[in-house]
């Protein structure tokens, strides 16, 4: 079967680095995306990994081990704006995303 | 700017009111996406056109049903709206279904079923 799982809800203080990750199962796979979406927003794009090893842009950086079925996103030096639900998504073989719930992410001053 | 828009943003139907809410795309992509998202879950995919060609979730409702008219629009129709339906509705597009594409998606429409 497939499935995907991230924590529900983090904390962090703002100029800090907050780590989120992303575990998954499937039998076929494509690639894993990170999107951000803010409350009563769309998902926006943040990032794509297909191979192992760590994606950097700018303050996000996203990782993976496709033989763990694992994922990250870091995101460094913490602002305000960063307050949102970060979803990690798999696409399977048939090319369809599979997508988590979503991490809330909360920054404190 | 090429984009992806939706309206309305906010739409209020009764219970078993039928309603459409629509989606159109500047972007020329061929693969157009309807999702469902309730709070704090997951986007819930209701069914995908890559071109003309439909494609629907085996768990989406009969209740819900689509159209793709051309390239550039796609209408969600609810045929009886219930109170479990009122969510966050996302239209996304891709260029194409057979690679590994982002996805862009429009501002959603929040539906509420009174």
């Known amino acids: 079967g497939q499935n995907i799982d991230q924590p529900t809800e983090m904390t962090a203080t703002e100029g800090a680095i907050v780590q989120i990750n992303c575990t998954y199962q499937?039998?076929?796979?494509?690639?894993l995306f990170w999107y951000q979406q803010h409350a009563g927003e769309a998902p926006t794009f943040l990032s794509y990994?297909?191979l192992d090893g760590l994606e950097e842009k700018g303050r996000f950086s996203s990782f993976l081990s496709r033989s763990k079925g694992y994922s990250y996103l870091l995101l460094k030096e913490l602002q305000m704006k960063d307050s949102a639900s970060y979803l990690c998504a798999f696409m399977d073989s048939n090319y369809q995303l599979i997508w988590g719930a979503g991490t809330k992410l909360i920054i404190k001053p | 700017d090429a984009m992806v828009i939706q309206n309305p943003r906010y739409q209020v139907t009764q219970f078993g009111k039928p309603v459409t809410l629509s989606c159109s795309q500047t972007?020329?992509?061929?693969?157009m996406y309807w999702y469902q998202q309730k709070s704090s879950q997951a986007p819930k995919l209701l069914f995908h056109y890559y071109d003309k060609d439909f494609n629907n979730e085996a768990d989406t409702p009969d209740n819900f049903q689509s159209r793709r008219p051309n390239t550039s629009f796609c209408f969600l129709d609810i045929r009886s709206p219930g109170l479990g339906d009122a969510a966050m509705y996302l239209c996304?597009?891709?260029?194409?279904?057979?690679?590994?594409?982002?996805?862009?998606f429009g501002p959603g429409t929040r539906l509420t079923v009174t």
């Open positions: 996304a597009t891709s260029p194409s279904s057979g690679g590994a594409d982002e996805q862009y």
């Open positions: 990994n297909v």
């Open positions: 499937t039998s076929g796979f494509n690639g």
């Open positions: 972007l020329n992509h061929n693969v």
